[in-house]
Each structure stands twice: as structure tokens, then as C-alpha cells.
């Protein structure tokens, strides 16, 4: 018997979905990043109103004084949707599992001075419930938020700050036992130098408009906090008793690095919609910076030493530059 195998090239009647053609043009192909971001959003055949909140729609653009004419005009640069997402956090988890196994096979935790052990506890374990709060903020964000470009990388958001609290948490584990997570709880709740950020934290919980929360949460305290800690701090820790804590924290350090893009693309685009977006965004970072750097001088005087004024205001030189490049008056 003869077979007669052929090449059939057969065209397809649509490049993607009619929606997103509209958009990108219908003799396109689609990214699947465009196909599971754009025109996502629920918009119409809403049955009532939410009566814990009967002035908007479930879905409703007006829950924030920020004004787009297209809240599909965000793009995630990292062009996460699920399927990249997941793929990308699997990746830096199993460096971070290593990490972890690398410190934990040879011993080293054991052999960690003393001194740097206790610096590393007392700064580190209380943030595991600034990392809760931000996982709690960004959940808001996606919650109330509006359009699926930006309310998709919000929830990876506040997935990540949940993974990286229990980061923390073991790192906590690791170097000591379960009396230090309970010593970092009541610092937490009582101690003098935290008081201010708990205070910021709590408060951004009952943060109204929800972009103001991105501003309060994704850009300045993540822009302050995140290079105090996992840089300065670090470097301090790492020239005093070696790279150990540096391992156990490396996923927050890359994770900062990346998510900065989404952050600075995110604001780049709102400020530069309109000049009535760009005062709003401005008046809200001023504010919020502000309230960061009091709430962390006390941190970084625990974490620092003497060094901690120089390093604040370092680092609020290089948040004022970050912002000034998307646009913003400060």
C-alpha cells in the first residue's frame, strides 16, 4: 500500500478573538499575554448594586480619583499572565529552595555568629507582618481595582509578599526556633521603633481609592523599605558575618529588582494620561514618602548603626529620582 504524505498550510479564519483584534489590528496574531489580559474585565449585565456599597457597581472605574480613557493602556513589561507567572516564580523558588537546603545541609546557621544571628532576627521576623499587610493591600487592589491589566499583576502581587513572608518565617526558623517568630510578634505589637511602621501598614488597610493604595504600598513603601533592607542591610550583615542571611533573603532581592518594572511602567502610564493625574499622583507619593521615611528611620537605626541617617537619605535621593522619571513632582 502507497501513502502520499502532504504539507497543508491551512489559513485560519481569525487571527484571535474580535475584542482584542480591535484592539491590536485582525490580520495580527495575538500574544497569549494580549489574549489573557485585554478586555477581560467585566463590564456590563451587573443585576444590582452591592448593598454594602451602593454607590458604585461591582465593578466600577469611579472607586479611584485617577482617570483613564482605556484601563487596558497598562502594560506589564515582564508580560506576565498565569501560565508566565507561575512559570517565572517556579523558577526563583527552586534557587530559593537550594539556598535554603545549601544553609541547612553544611550547618552554617549553627556556625553564624552570634551577634549577627540576633541583628538578623530582630530586624527580619517583624516584617513578616509588613509582608502579610502588603499581601492584604495588593488582594485590595485586585478586589476594587479596575481592568485586568492591572489588576492581574496585583493579585501575583500579593501572592509573592505572602510567599515571601513565609520566606521570612523559615528564615526565622532556620536561624533560631519558634521563640523567635513569638519575639518578633511582640516587637511588633509593642516595641517603640515599630510602632511607626505598624501604624503606616494599618492605616493603608482602610485606604479608600485603591490606586492610592498601589502609590502607599507598591511604590513607596516597597521603594524605601525593600533597598534598606535587602541591600543596605544586607551588605552591612554580609561584611560583618558572611553571605548566610543574604541566601535566605535572595528571592526578595531579585523579586524587588523585577517587580520595579511593573511598578515604574504602571506609573509612567497613569502620569502621563493627564496633567490632573500626574498633580494627583504626585500629591499622593509626597504624602505617603513622607510618612515612610519616619516610619523607617527607626528600623534603620536598628538595622544600622550610626550609618542609618546617610543611608535614608541616600535612599530617598534615589526614590525621588525613580519617580521624577515617570513623571511625578516631588
Given at each position: 500500500?502507497?501513502?502520499?504524505?502532504?504539507?497543508v498550510?491551512?489559513t485560519p479564519?481569525?487571527?484571535?478573538?474580535?475584542?482584542?483584534?480591535?484592539?491590536?489590528?485582525?490580520?495580527?496574531?495575538?500574544s497569549?499575554?494580549?489574549?489573557?489580559?485585554?478586555?477581560?474585565?467585566?463590564?456590563?449585565?451587573?443585576?444590582y448594586?452591592?448593598?454594602?456599597?451602593?454607590?458604585h457597581?461591582?465593578?466600577d472605574?469611579?472607586r479611584?480619583?485617577l482617570k483613564?480613557?482605556?484601563?487596558?493602556?497598562?502594560k506589564?513589561?515582564?508580560?506576565?499572565?498565569?501560565?508566565t507567572?507561575?512559570?517565572?516564580?517556579?523558577r526563583?523558588?527552586?534557587?530559593a529552595?537550594?539556598?535554603?537546603?545549601?544553609?541547612?545541609?553544611?550547618?552554617?546557621?549553627a556556625?553564624?555568629?552570634?551577634?549577627?544571628?540576633d541583628?538578623?532576627?530582630?530586624?527580619?521576623?517583624?516584617?513578616?507582618?509588613?509582608?502579610?499587610?502588603?499581601?492584604?493591600?495588593?488582594?485590595?487592589?485586585?478586589a476594587?481595582?479596575?481592568?485586568?491589566?492591572?489588576?492581574?499583576?496585583c493579585?501575583?502581587n500579593a501572592?509573592?509578599?505572602l510567599?515571601?513572608?513565609?520566606?521570612?518565617t523559615r528564615?526565622?526558623?532556620?536561624?533560631?526556633?519558634?521563640?523567635?517568630l513569638?519575639?518578633?510578634k511582640?516587637?511588633?505589637?509593642?516595641?517603640?521603633?515599630w510602632?511607626e511602621?505598624?501604624h503606616?501598614?494599618?492605616?493603608?488597610?482602610v485606604l479608600k481609592?485603591?490606586?492610592?493604595?498601589f502609590?502607599?504600598?507598591?511604590l513607596?513603601?516597597?521603594?524605601?523599605?525593600?533597598?534598606l533592607?535587602?541591600q543596605?542591610?544586607?551588605?552591612?550583615?554580609s561584611?560583618?558575618?558572611g553571605?548566610?542571611?543574604s541566601?535566605l533573603?535572595?528571592?526578595?532581592?531579585?523579586?524587588?529588582?523585577?517587580?520595579?518594572?511593573?511598578?515604574?511602567?504602571?506609573?509612567?502610564?497613569?502620569s502621563g494620561e493627564?496633567s490632573?493625574?500626574?498633580?494627583?499622583?504626585?500629591?499622593?507619593?509626597?504624602?505617603?514618602?513622607?510618612?515612610?521615611?519616619?516610619?523607617?528611620?527607626?528600623i534603620?537605626?536598628?538595622?544600622?548603626?550610626?550609618?542609618?541617617?546617610?543611608?535614608?537619605?541616600?535612599?530617598?535621593?534615589?526614590?525621588?529620582?525613580?519617580?521624577?522619571k515617570?513623571?511625578?513632582?516631588?
Amino acid at each position: 500500500m502507497h501513502l502520499d504524505l502532504r504539507t497543508v498550510s491551512i489559513t485560519p479564519l481569525r487571527q484571535t478573538f474580535d475584542s482584542i483584534a480591535a484592539r491590536i489590528g485582525g490580520d495580527k496574531s495575538a500574544s497569549r499575554y494580549q489574549e489573557a489580559t485585554l478586555d477581560v474585565q467585566s463590564d456590563t449585565n451587573f443585576h444590582y448594586r452591592p448593598l454594602w456599597d451602593q454607590e458604585h457597581d461591582i465593578y466600577d472605574a469611579s472607586r479611584t480619583a485617577l482617570k483613564m480613557n482605556d484601563w487596558y493602556a497598562f502594560k506589564d513589561p515582564r508580560q506576565f499572565y498565569y501560565g508566565t507567572y507561575t512559570l517565572a516564580r517556579a523558577r526563583m523558588q527552586e534557587t530559593a529552595e537550594g539556598d535554603f537546603d545549601f544553609v541547612e545541609t553544611r550547618g552554617l546557621a549553627a556556625s553564624y555568629p552570634a551577634a549577627a544571628k540576633d541583628l538578623a532576627l530582630e530586624v527580619l521576623l517583624p516584617l513578616r507582618h509588613v509582608e502579610w499587610g502588603a499581601n492584604m493591600n495588593n488582594t485590595s487592589m485586585c478586589a476594587y481595582g479596575y481592568g485586568a491589566a492591572i489588576t492581574q499583576p496585583c493579585l501575583f502581587n500579593a501572592m509573592d509578599h505572602l510567599g515571601m513572608a513565609q520566606y521570612l518565617t523559615r528564615a526565622g526558623l532556620l536561624l533560631d526556633d519558634v521563640a523567635a517568630l513569638d519575639a518578633a510578634k511582640q516587637a511588633w505589637l509593642v516595641e517603640e521603633q515599630w510602632q511607626e511602621l505598624r501604624h503606616y501598614v494599618e492605616d493603608t488597610f482602610v485606604l479608600k481609592d485603591w490606586f492610592e493604595l498601589f502609590i502607599a504600598q507598591n511604590l513607596v513603601l516597597n521603594g524605601l523599605l525593600y533597598p534598606l533592607i535587602y541591600q543596605h542591610f544586607d551588605s552591612a550583615l554580609s561584611a560583618q558575618a558572611g553571605p548566610v542571611v543574604s541566601m535566605l533573603t535572595r528571592f526578595q532581592s531579585e523579586w524587588y529588582a523585577e517587580t520595579s518594572k511593573w511598578v515604574n511602567a504602571t506609573l509612567k502610564i497613569a502620569s502621563g494620561e493627564s496633567s490632573e493625574n500626574q498633580q494627583l499622583l504626585s500629591g499622593w507619593t509626597k504624602t505617603y514618602r513622607d510618612r515612610a521615611i519616619t516610619a523607617l528611620a527607626p528600623i534603620a537605626a536598628l538595622a544600622l548603626g550610626e550609618k542609618a541617617d546617610t543611608v535614608m537619605t541616600e535612599l530617598v535621593d534615589e526614590f525621588n529620582t525613580r519617580a521624577i522619571k515617570f513623571g511625578l513632582t516631588l
